[in-house]
């Protein structure tokens, strides 16, 4: 069983910074995908980024050159820097771990529970 956990959310003021982080703990082999996905009410829920297992990242377009995002590979965990923060960034932030518990095994898809992020004057 593979458990996931964001942390560090809360209300920023417009152009205001905030950290989120992101720790998949459990039975872990290896972790295929890392990504944030957010929900704003009223809206489906929309990818802001994945890491690939090459460590490469592809972004949304609405977050490029605003948000940032850097892997700790010991410790199974990602940080979503998120810059210069606008009104319609709030949402619910959830983190999607792809991975597998043993070598050979077939990988599933793990959601953490979600964090508030709310960008407000």
């Known amino acids: 069983q593979v458990q996931v956990v964001e942390s560090g959310g809360g209300l920023v003021q417009p152009g205001g910074s905030l950290t989120l982080s992101c720790a998949a703990s459990g039975s872990i082999d290896r972790i295929y995908a890392m990504r944030w996905y957010r929900q704003a009410p009223g809206n489906q829920r929309e990818l802001v980024l994945h890491i690939n297992v090459d460590g490469t990242v592809q972004y949304a377009d609405f977050v490029k050159g605003r948000f940032t995002v850097s892997r700790d590979s010991g410790r199974n965990a990602m940080y979503l820097q998120m810059n210069m923060l606008k009104p319609e960034d709030t949402a619910v932030y959830y983190c999607?771990?792809?991975?597998?518990?043993?070598?050979?095994?077939?990988?599933?898809?793990?959601w953490g529970q979600g964090i508030q992020v709310t960008v407000s004057s």
């Open positions: 999607q771990i792809v991975a597998n518990s043993e070598p050979g095994r077939r990988a599933y898809e793990y």
